[in-house]
């Protein structure tokens, strides 16, 4: 019979998606370049031509059975070890490719994470704001996400919260940082004083508690910030990575999860991934783009236009008034909103073809999230629109 | 901690991998040209010359943001359009983009649909011989798979045994025809006989039986065999497919779920797979590789060898007295074993560098599967090695 518990999650619409197509909608009256539509956090920069020349070249010189052979469900052994070097040189870490797990995107790095180390019961916690995905990410391996509550005055830790809910039922903390949708980026010493904590529990529980990373921003940090490897600084640490926005390629399905070597049965992990991948559907990604991803590593889009929006953006709105934390990365930044009702002020916005996400959808009230990954010009022509909407409202 | 059930998961050794792991060796002592590794089940030809000359294309001139931007989990409308289109054209269907949900491969649409239509503690039936990792794909999801005994007559269905197991708590019966490791199809008078009997247990029961019809080998079928469309016969099917085998393109992880557009709930089934993709990775397939596939869809590799390859194979094989059902399609070939104990069997041929895997992991005993997707020149060399095989051993 149908599976009640999927059919229920058909009623369920996401804000983002209800105003992204609000956004497309109003775009077919007006045309779309006079919507500020800033719901949807999609790369606005194309992939490095690198990859393109590189797809295009073994496209054309590779054996095809060998271009498009099965990848062992880890991933490819040769781009999991340059995987592990890129990082190792980047970060200073001692990964190998045994270390390395390629996944389907984030979202398939943390579908795996997740399941090698909380069981049906046990407790995830992550901090608001969070990305909404994370809730049926978690939930539906079985494991319980539990939120703790927003540091709203700079969206760092709310430590006090976050040490009373890390009871001994919760067997790993998800984080994001570079952080959608606030934009902020965990300092040192916000990340060591979260390993601090989650060592000291592990002691007092005596079990394992991990970290799972979530990295999908972690190239895109402005000038000046101060952005840590989480995984430095703890052990139990999976780090879930994405190359959607780093290369401009989220349709493509590419990531991994990287597994700190020092941690609990860190030679065995990737290879549980691999028995983990036989019952969600063997989606290692594919071949072809494994093999062109591991040829551009370090490189990235032109991300720089993230900061200039970022900039142009910030300025305006605190001119304006609005309470902001200026991000530290990302392609989001997340004011508070000019009222209590972060709801009823992205109706208002909507009015002036200002598209907006309220907030709590992030698991806190009272702000909303501008992706401003979209072309600096349209930005530009938005403050308009911004300075209309405060004055004839507030 | 470190999740038990997937590190218990790491213990077992796949036969086919361990016999696949012992070819390359040998390889590198006698030159892999001499092993006569029937073992894995690898496509042999390339995929069509169109298929790469659209991917060039596409990279050469689409928008690299279009190209490689967000799918929607469901996949591409316009792919989804095209497959359900194809689909009706050859199979006298009905089905629309929205009974289409794009996937990993087969494996990616058989976790979808068993998710749909069985909760935990469900049984799943499938048929011996069947492909192995049929039990992890189903027990994983938390149903549970059994299995129906051989019809070893023929490697169509075992009737009586069947209705003896489906029980009320069987939600879905799972097929494979053209069948890995058989090569046997089911004949229109089987698949009408298995409609009729899963109607009638419907009725009684009073709920749906889905058929979930994995068909990775649909293209891969012999002259003049009768090769039913299964969804054709009951209105409750799901119908998994994969390019892996018919485009040889095994790596890229493509498939999908096709709904029957008159199974119950047939409008929501695919929306129902995309919320399921949140919680096992949003693992939909690679944009670039949807977009290429949907201007494939009615072409195939030339899949023409491996038909040479079982003439000659099957020739000589009952020439030299073997028991064997001749194969209706796929690569595979699956002869009774000059002794009980197949395992012993196949130890015995490796020492004559035939590469042979032993029935007993597909769910029957006796006998061993030929997978002769290598080259006909190979083959044809392999025939002095049988004949050695049998004259000195039986």
Chains 1, 2 share one sequence.
Do not use: W
């Not at 060592?199 to 000038?223: C, M, N, T, W």
Request: charged residues 20%; proline residues 6%; glycine residues 6%.
């Amino acid at each position: 019979m149908i599976v009640q518990k999927y059919k229920d999650m058909l009623q369920g619409k996401s804000v983002i998606r209800q105003l992204s197509e609000f956004a497309t909608a109003r775009g077919q009256e007006i045309g779309y370049e006079n919507v500020f539509d800033f719901s949807l956090g999609n790369p606005s920069v194309p992939v490095p031509q690198e990859f393109t020349d590189v797809m295009i070249r073994m496209l054309q010189e590779k054996n095809p059975m060998e271009l498009h052979g099965y990848s062992q469900s880890l991933g490819i052994p040769s781009v999991r070890d340059k995987v592990a070097a890129s990082l190792n040189k980047r970060f200073g870490m001692n990964y190998t490719g045994n270390h390395i797990f390629m996944s389907t995107g984030a979202a398939g790095a943390i579908a795996h994470a997740v399941r090698c180390v909380a069981q049906p019961g046990d407790e995830v916690l992550t901090f608001a704001p969070h990305f909404p995905e994370y809730a049926p990410y978690i939930n539906l391996t079985g494991a319980v996400l539990k939120v703790v509550p927003a540091d709203t005055e700079n969206f760092q830790i709310n430590f006090e919260a976050f040490e009373e809910m890390l009871s001994e039922k919760v067997m790993a903390v998800l984080i994001n940082t570079p952080n959608n949708p606030s934009g902020m980026v965990y300092s040192t010493e916000t990340v060591k004083e979260l390993a601090r904590i989650m060592e000291e529990k592990q002691k007092q529980y005596g079990h394992d508690i991990f970290l799972i990373s979530d990295e999908p921003y972690r190239e895109i940090v402005f000038a000046g910030v101060d952005a840590p490897y989480p995984s430095k600084f703890y052990d139990n640490s999976l780090s879930c990575y994405s190359f959607s926005k780093s290369l401009s390629l989220p349709g493509e399905r590419i990531g991994y999860v990287a597994v700190n070597p020092k941690c609990t049965d860190a030679d065995i992990i990737s290879v549980m991934c691999s028995q983990i991948s036989r019952g969600t559907g063997h989606n290692c990604p594919p071949s072809i783009i494994q093999l062109a991803v591991a040829e551009v590593l370090d490189l990235t889009a032109d991300l720089s236009v993230y900061e200039t929006n970022m900039n142009i953006l910030y300025k305006e709105l605190t001119d304006l008034g609005f309470e902001c934390v200026r991000p530290g990365g990302t392609f989001y930044m997340f004011p508070k909103s000019p009222e209590s009702d972060a709801i009823a002020f992205s109706e208002k916005a909507k009015k002036y073809d200002l598209i907006l996400v309220p907030s709590d959808s992030f698991g806190v009230k009272g702000y909303f999230r501008i992706a401003y990954c979209i072309d600096t010009e349209k930005v530009e022509r938005s403050l308009e629109a911004f300075r209309r909407l405060m004055k004839e409202n507030y």
